[in-house]
């Protein structure tokens, strides 16, 4: 195939700060927490030089601690000259791949989305963040001046240690955007006011870092578009601020984040819920607004021809990909080399976000787990010195994993599934609303099972014989797990099947799509002891079909085994949709059920209620694991290793990565 017309424009190169790049994709600041106790770690560099070995142009790291205060222990440290070598093999790691490499100025300020609020908080003026409600302490004039040297000086060290340059974070709520908002900044000294005090703190900024590194150091901005806060700033005010920072042109990029440490946290990493590149149109309003300065388009941009259209539209000169490029390190180089159906696509789960912002632990994928390996960057297995006969049973994404890796590796690879679908639960997610893009996880894997010969034996539930009939020398359980059924339920109505568990009423469900696009009269219930995604994208689909939807739990809210910025679109889009709510109470069976009529009570008190004309009853509920099979296999003497759900019920992360190192370790 002749690659040299691929995306054409996507690759073609550019110049900023007489730096010359290689094409037009950025990797856009990710926090990785891959920094520990303030120092640069290997995992760290390894992970920014596989961006650049799988094609970046330019890499904008995580914010780092580029001022005293900033004494976060995952923030590299960066005012003093702790980590001078090592930020000289950060910055050789990347560059010596063709790629500038440059450090995120941030500081969160009053910003918070962990529980709980933050008494070291710096801020614009002494009010509540909108979100944890932290009261930050008041920067004085002397204090500004001084940040504003930190992070100069900062900058000219990382300079010195070969760094290309620096992106300004002023977006996502965090403390520079406190200051250009007039809903947060409500100051009345040269720092606040008009357009021009709010803007004075990163004009000055850009002006001390040219005044310390010079034009041949690159100082990009990232700027808000819309932060959806009421008196913040909308579009219209954010078309002022950018027109005020470039018209002197001493900045070389400008991008626009969306969001901000409010309830509109959730635009910062748009979903599956709503459209790709949803901030197009924006950003295409906005760039009018620049001043010439070149612009960078981002969010949810997945897919190289999509990437390729913009630029070639003119909508932007640069493309930054954030999770598209944690999915898959090698994105662009599979692109320019016509392998575009190998890239290992971004989902779009926000699981990454959930991992260092909830879990506060290294970034983490549902599609990629070699985050940050040496090999990373366009893997594929090493073939095994011995041929083994593997068995896999489940076909889910934890089982196909294992299949398609070990199948790579050499071996003989047999997969049963007792569904005539790959794909497990995961697959039913993506029928419902928001989880389309889940289906590239799985379908990755079928290709590269396919590919390396593995044979399906689909709509075969295996007994302990069927597989010992093999003779495997492994075999891999995949099984997943089934909901348990609450406590009051009666098993004769539950093993009747009046009352089934969310799962097999939606495969019911979808399974007769005629009946399903008809409307459906009467109240659908759900009773929720699960509290993730799914569940939710279920109500979705049950509201667009019957009068009328209520969620059941006996938590105190819903959505709470969620990251914050998937529990936001979950609740907002429950308001929107009238989808009512019960909580602290569980469904108290009855007779009256016959006659349409679920009963309830509140967990504490006892007192009751009713819903009335229920047609539909589903409990969404925890786990238990299927692995009835691993007791007679091992009898049997074969070596069994369960993964996913089979071991306990988890996500899709724990499915992948334990399907990956069990297909390695076979």
């Not at 690759?11 to 106790?37: C, D, I, V, Y």
């Not at 985050?371 to 068995?391: G, H, M, N, T």
């Amino acid at each position: 195939m002749n690659t040299d017309s691929l995306y054409p424009s996507l690759l073609a190169p550019f110049t900023l700060a007489g730096k010359r790049l290689r094409n037009r994709l950025m990797h856009a600041s990710m926090s990785t927490l891959m920094g520990e106790n303030g120092r640069v770690t290997d995992r760290l560099i390894q992970y920014h030089a596989n961006r650049a070995k799988g094609g970046a142009a330019l890499i904008v790291t995580e914010p780092l601690g580029m001022a005293p205060h900033q004494k976060v222990p995952s923030r590299v440290r960066v005012w003093n000259d702790d980590n001078l070598d090592a930020l000289k093999r950060w910055a050789d790691a990347v560059e010596s791949e063709d790629c500038r490499l440059l450090a995120q100025v941030q500081d969160p300020g009053r910003g918070r989305h962990a529980p709980g609020r933050n008494p070291d908080a710096v801020g614009a003026c002494a009010l509540p963040d909108d979100l944890s409600w932290t009261v930050p302490h008041v920067l004085g004039i002397d204090e500004i001046r001084r940040l504003i040297d930190d992070f100069a000086q900062s900058a000219h060290r990382l300079q010195r240690c070969g760094w290309s340059g620096v992106e300004i974070s002023a977006g996502h709520g965090h403390l520079l955007h406190q200051f250009l908002s007039p809903w947060s900044n409500r100051r009345h000294d040269q720092y606040g006011g008009d357009l021009a005090g709010r803007t004075r703190l990163i004009a000055g900024l850009v002006a001390a870092l040219r005044a310390l590194c010079g034009r041949d150091f690159i100082v990009g901005l990232k700027l808000p578009g819309n932060d959806g806060v009421a008196g913040g700033i909308g579009p219209a005010e954010a078309a002022r601020i950018a027109t005020q920072l470039t018209q002197s042109r001493e900045v070389d990029y400008v991008c626009f984040a969306q969001g901000s440490h409010a309830r509109s946290l959730e635009l910062h990493v748009p979903d599956g819920h709503g459209p790709r590149a949803p901030y197009l149109p924006l950003i295409r309003e906005l760039r009018q607004a620049v001043s010439g300065v070149p612009l960078v388009a981002l969010g949810r941009i997945t897919d190289p021809a999509e990437a390729d259209r913009i630029i070639e539209r003119g909508d932007a000169e640069f493309v930054a990909l954030g999770r598209p490029l944690v999915t898959d390190p090698a994105w662009l180089a599979k692109a320019a080399r016509g392998r575009a159906h190998d890239i290992r696509y971004c989902v779009s789960c926000n699981t990454c976000w959930d991992t260092i912002v909830t879990q506060h632990r290294p970034i983490a994928c549902d599609n990629n787990p070699r985050v940050a390996a040496q090999d990373e960057a366009d893997w594929w297995p090493q073939r095994a010195p011995v041929r083994s006969r593997v068995v896999v049973v489940g076909a889910g994404v934890a089982g196909m994993e294992a299949a398609w890796v070990a199948a790579a590796r050499g071996h003989a690879v047999t997969v049963f599934s007792a569904s005539g679908e790959i794909g497990g639960k995961t697959r039913l997610q993506a029928l419902l609303p928001g989880g389309e893009a889940l289906s590239s996880i799985y379908d990755y894997q079928h290709a590269a099972a396919l590919r390396s010969g593995t044979r399906f034996e689909l709509g075969v539930t295996a007994a302990a014989a069927d597989v010992i009939a093999l003779k495997p020398d492994v075999v891999v359980l995949a099984s997943g797990a089934r909901m348990l059924a609450p406590g009051w339920l009666p098993r004769e109505i539950r093993d009747a099947g009046i009352v089934p568990d969310l799962r097999s009423a939606m495969l019911a469900l979808l399974g007769h799509r005629a009946q399903l696009s008809a409307h459906q009269p009467g109240t659908a219930a759900i009773f929720d002891m699960d509290h993730t995604e799914g569940t939710y994208a279920a109500a979705e689909l049950l509201h667009a079909h019957f009068d009328r939807v209520v969620l059941i739990t006996p938590r105190e809210s819903f959505a709470q085994d969620t990251a914050l910025v998937t529990r936001q679109g979950i609740v907002r889009r429950i308001h929107e949709k009238s989808i009512e709510t019960i909580v602290f109470a569980e469904p108290r069976w009855s007779g009256r059920f016959e006659d349409g009529v679920l009963e309830y009570a509140n967990v504490y008190t006892g007192k009751g209620g009713v819903i009335e004309d229920v047609a539909f009853l589903a409990y969404s509920t925890p786990r238990a694991p299927d692995d009835a099979l691993a007791a007679p296999l091992r009898a049997a003497g074969i070596d069994v290793r369960l993964v996913g759900d089979c071991v306990t019920a988890r996500g899709i992360l724990a499915a992948t990565a334990e399907g990956h190192a069990a297909g390695n370790a076979i």
